[in-house]
């Protein structure tokens, strides 16, 4: 069986093609839990908790809102030194293909790049609008073959 997911590696600024955009802004994960939960409520039943204090040193979660809350987010992950993994990259569905994901993707690689870490993201094969994103804002597809 075949690896379901491709991975993706940014490691420098000038590799990055980032758009600044008004519509991304950050969030804190104890003033706005009440809305990540609402959020995620719509993907999944499983409860979205905040992560424990040592795991916020590595940068906020970014998202896209309108008047009913947000409608696109992204929550940077560290699982490896030396790089920070894009994670959580969702968008409701009647609010896709507006530009969003890329725009939550890049202001967030923006952020790890400048940190001094490498940007690096994890989707699943079949995912096709999140992969064309991470290519869409320069990143490398990794460690992958196609079936």
Known sequence: M???FVYYRLDSAKELRHEET?????????RDLAA??????????????????TDL????????MDGNGIV???????FHEGETEIGAVATV????????????????ALRILGGGKAAVLTTER????MRAAARAIGMREINSSEP
């Open 22 to 30: 008004r519509a991304v802004r950050d969030l804190d994960w104890h």
């Open 72 to 78: 696109s987010f992204a929550i940077p992950f560290s």
């Open 2 to 4: 075949s690896n379901p």
């Open 36 to 53: 990540i939960q609402r959020f995620y409520a719509r993907f999944t039943d499983t409860p979205v908790n905040p992560p424990d204090e």
């Open 126 to 129: 079949t995912n096709l609008p």
């Open 93 to 108: 569905p009647e609010q896709r293909n507006k530009g969003y994901c890329k725009a939550l993707i890049s202001e967030m």
């Open 57 to 64: 040193t590595v940068g906020a979660p970014l998202a896209v």
